[in-house]
């Protein structure tokens, strides 16, 4: 029988999560919903938040075992800053990205989560890595994870535009996670946002009944 | 660690890795297949690919079927079993139209579909989107996904590829769009969707459906929206003279190792 339908449990192995993480002209906005939930029938938390900072201005948000997520960025917190604060210089978000890729590759058989690593270093400005399920390290100008990712391919796909304005990234990134959690079950609650910059680091939080609404609803 | 071992052992020594998937799988359209009502009609979209397991068994594949003058059907699941089901309906929408008298309604047409995926539905594996024109409501899409339930939907997606398409739809469908509007959302909606999704692909084929009649269109690979992320596409316009001028205003670098025999593979694998 094939079983190539809409089957989020097959896609990847990821618990319910909508996770992205975008570039524009002069920062990064990572951003995720704030559902935890078990087996997709009991919300175990409406307001959760998957956004973790790893350093001044390295954020990293996970799909995925939470447990196991929660683990490895502990244990990458720990080593970025150690590394950090050997080097006496912020680090690089390669640097932060390659532990995550570490951990995830060295522990491929127990663990089971993927990352997106977002920040901003004075080397080469404002990244993204992605590190896949069985730690693939990849660098790209925007990322979708989770099983809510899957609804918003053709979306990212066709309004994403290199060097957009901290606005129009904002309204893409707040877009995309609406899109995502109306259609998926297991993502939904409030969208976290977190826009890194050279400046600073600001959080926005965006409840439900104010995310954008469309056409059905 | 040890019974993650022992799983991957399993899969080594099992038969059907030796074999090729077009001898094991079965003949599936994973596929995209899309529906928009308008004001006066409808317009349908597919991809063109069927698979055998990894195997493309027909590149070309009609994915639109005609149920009768004026009422189609988008399939997708088991291409055997579509093929079936539609070939019943079709029969017996023929037979009922002409004891009626009169063009049958798409509501019919989508009903009769409904009562064979229903009562068959452990044996089947078919989604099918039936879409057409007529005189008591206009244009009309009505989804009968696997397992044998009718909705009547403005705008449906169906088939693998769909799932990608979800967000895009949801954002760029507005009520009350013209003809022309709407083939743009889908032919823009399905090129996506051939893009991200391994089991669609090929070339799209677009209907439109009203009461003039059924304009029928092939949007060929190279003629298909554009987006992006995709950074790099080679026209063969380009002057093979200015190559490292075009290279370098696309921002890439020129490496004097590259073999330039194979310059557009390298472009095009960046």
């Known amino acids: 029988?094939?079983?190539?339908?809409?089957?989020?449990?097959?896609?990847?192995?990821?618990?319910?999560?909508?996770?992205?993480?975008?570039?524009?002209?002069?920062?990064?906005?990572?951003?995720?919903?704030?559902?935890?939930?078990?087996?997709?029938?009991?919300?175990?938390?409406?307001?959760?938040?998957?956004?973790?900072?790893?350093?001044?201005?390295?954020?990293?948000?996970?799909?995925?075992?939470?447990?196991?997520?929660?683990?490895?960025?502990?244990?990458?917190?720990?080593?970025?800053?150690?590394?950090?604060?050997?080097?006496?210089?912020?680090?690089?978000?390669?640097?932060?990205?390659?532990?995550?890729?570490?951990?995830?590759?060295?522990?491929?058989?127990?663990?089971?989560?993927?990352?997106?690593?977002?920040?901003?270093?004075?080397?080469?400005?404002?990244?993204?890595?992605?590190?896949?399920?069985?730690?693939?390290?990849?660098?790209?100008?925007?990322?979708?994870?989770?099983?809510?990712?899957?609804?918003?391919?053709?979306?990212?796909?066709?309004?994403?535009?290199?060097?957009?304005?901290?606005?129009?990234?904002?309204?893409?990134?707040?877009?995309?996670?609406?899109?995502?959690?109306?259609?998926?079950?297991?993502?939904?609650?409030?969208?976290?946002l977190v826009v890194i910059t050279e400046e600073g680091v600001e959080h926005v939080v965006i409840p439900g009944d104010k995310l954008p609404k469309f056409h059905d609803e | 660690m040890a019974a993650a071992t022992a799983m991957r052992f399993g899969q080594l020594s099992s038969g059907s890795d030796m074999a090729p998937d077009w001898t094991t799988k079965e003949v599936s359209t994973g596929t995209t297949i899309m529906a928009v009502e308008y004001d006066g009609g409808v317009v349908i979209g597919a991809d063109s690919r069927t698979t055998t397991g990894a195997y493309i068994a027909n590149r070309v594949t009609d994915k639109l079927t005609p149920i009768h003058d004026r009422i189609f059907c988008c399939r997708s699941g088991s291409a055997a079993d579509t093929q079936a089901i539609a070939d019943v309906v079709t029969y017996q929408l023929g037979f009922h139209s002409i004891e009626l008298d009169e063009a049958p309604l798409v509501q019919t047409a989508a009903n009769l579909f409904k009562a064979s995926c229903y009562r068959y539905r452990e044996e089947l594996m078919a989604g099918i989107i039936v879409a057409g024109w007529d005189k008591r409501r206009g244009g009309q899409v009505y989804t009968v996904p696997v397992g044998g339930m009718l909705v009547r939907q403005p705008v449906s997606v169906g088939g693998s590829g769909s799932t990608y398409i979800y967000g895009y739809m949801d954002s760029n469908y507005k009520p009350n769009m013209t003809k022309d509007q709407c083939l743009r959302l889908v032919s823009g909606a399905l090129s996506l969707a051939m893009e991200r999704d391994g089991s669609s692909g090929g070339v799209v084929r677009l209907a439109a459906i009203s009461e003039t009649g059924v304009d029928r269109q092939v949007i060929l690979g190279n003629q298909l929206p554009k987006w992006s992320t995709i950074y790099l596409t080679i026209y063969p316009t380009v002057c093979l003279k200015d190559w490292r001028s075009t290279l370098l205003s696309k921002g890439l670098e020129i490496y004097p190792t590259v073999c330039l025999k194979d310059w557009r593979y390298t472009l095009l694998s960046v």
């Open chain 1, 1 to 192: 029988m094939e079983i190539d339908f809409m089957d989020s449990q097959i896609k990847g192995v990821s618990t319910g999560t909508t996770i992205l993480a975008v570039t524009f002209n002069g920062g990064v906005i990572i951003g995720s919903d704030s559902r935890a939930s078990i087996g997709g029938y009991y919300v175990s938390s409406k307001t959760i938040n998957k956004l973790i900072q790893v350093h001044d201005r390295i954020f990293c948000c996970i799909a995925g075992s939470l447990a196991d997520a929660q683990a490895v960025t502990k244990a990458a917190k720990f080593q970025i800053s150690f590394h950090s604060i050997q080097m006496e210089s912020p680090p690089l978000v390669k640097a932060a990205a390659s532990v995550l890729k570490e951990l995830c590759y060295n522990n491929k058989e127990e663990l089971q989560a993927g990352f997106i690593t977002a920040g901003w270093d004075r080397k080469k400005g404002p990244q993204v890595y992605t590190v896949a399920l069985g730690g693939m390290l990849l660098s790209q100008p925007f990322t979708i994870g989770g099983s809510g990712s899957t609804y918003i391919y053709g979306y990212a796909d066709a309004k994403y535009k290199p060097d957009m304005s901290r606005e129009e990234c904002l309204q893409f990134a707040t877009n995309a996670l609406a899109l995502a959690m109306g259609r998926d079950n297991v993502s939904g609650g409030v969208a976290h």
